[in-house]
């Protein structure tokens, strides 16, 4: 295969996987004209129309679904021979791509940065935060993390923190206002503060428990977000009652008296952050070296 060959389909895959071709251009280091002339040239020597492509969005084709399929391994098998042999010197290098929910992003990722870094200055960090559920194959990623209920059955799973907790906050000023819910179904009669599934832009239905059968409500407010920040803000400034897990930084807004749990003896808790990646997938020094980073093994 000649050198020209090669970028076109490095080119092509990366587009598919990113959905995009600034983000492809960006991640080849080629401007967005250039990455369109080399597909053109790939098309064009095919035969056959590999994209389509929108004003809003780029997929494959038939033709480039079956092309995909056939040359994304290779390149993956690749990418793992030049980590093993990188691997074999002694020093972590390359890059590593993670892709996270945002309360694993700023609860676990965030505050080991430095500290991953000073450890291992030549390995780039790639963090993609998304709590839409993205498929980790194929966006080329090495690993990714979710609440473990979300987990896929073919997988690799650590576990990096216990079950996580569900808490209904609300201001003092809100309660004074509009009184305190002791069930849940006095929640219709209330202002909640909800958030939208991204998976299917769907509402979520407040889950709760009650002598251990679980029951779900449908909530109404002022506000409806997919962002824990935006939700815990109008909980904080006195919109309505918001439910949110409490390691998203509600338990010291707790202790601080700024915000009080109601509801807690219907509250949930949800399986714990998990990193996970293929079974099949060899697994990366540098991604050992990452998940020891955030589990606090690599501390003297």
Same mark, same amino acid.
């Given at each position: 295969?000649?050198?020209? $060959? ?53 997929? &494959?084709? %038939? #033709? ?7 040359? %994304? ?24 791509? +993670? ?19 000073? %450890? ?42 216990? @079950? ?16 305190? &819910? ?27 428990? $009650?002598?251990? #059968? ?15 920040? +935006? ?9 309505? +009652?918001?439910?949110?897990? $409490? ?17 807690? @003896? ?29 589990? @606090?093994? @690599?501390?003297?």
């Amino acid at each position: 295969m000649r050198g020209s $060959e090669f970028a076109e389909l490095k080119a092509f895959v990366a587009i598919v996987e990113r959905q995009s071709f600034a983000r492809a251009a960006e991640y080849l280091g080629l401007s967005p004209s250039a990455l369109s002339q080399t597909i053109r040239q790939l098309e064009a020597r095919l035969g056959v129309r590999l994209l389509n492509r929108t004003t809003r969005s780029v997929a &494959p084709s %038939a #033709h480039g679904e079956r092309l995909y399929r056939r040359v %994304a391994p290779l390149f993956q098998e690749m990418a793992v021979a030049v980590a093993e042999a990188s691997e074999a010197t002694g020093q972590l290098g390359g890059t590593l791509r +993670i892709n996270t929910p945002g309360i694993a992003a700023r609860t676990l990722i965030a505050p080991r940065l430095a500290r991953f870094h000073q %450890a291992h200055p030549n390995v780039l960090l790639d963090i993609v935060v998304d709590d839409a559920l993205a498929d980790i194959v194929r966006g080329r990623f090495d690993a990714g993390i979710r609440v473990g209920g979300r987990l896929e059955k073919d997988v690799v799973a650590v576990r990096l923190t216990p @079950d996580l907790n569900m808490i209904a906050v609300a201001s003092p000023d809100y309660l004074a206002r509009r009184g305190t &819910p002791k069930t849940p179904a006095e929640l219709q009669h209330h202002a909640c503060i909800n958030w939208r599934l991204q998976m299917d832009g769907r509402p979520y239905r407040w889950e709760f428990q $009650e002598r251990g #059968h679980p029951l779900e409500v449908a909530v109404d407010g002022p506000v409806i977000t997919n962002h824990p920040d +935006i939700g815990i803000a109008a909980a904080l400034q006195g919109l309505g +009652i918001a439910y949110h897990f $409490e390691r998203e930084g509600v338990g010291e807004l707790l202790a601080q008296g700024r915000l009080v749990q109601v509801l807690a @003896d219907w509250s949930i808790s949800r399986p714990g952050l998990f990193l996970y990646y293929p079974n099949r997938q060899y697994r990366p020094a540098a991604l050992s070296a990452f998940i020891d980073c955030l589990l @606090d093994r @690599d501390l003297p």
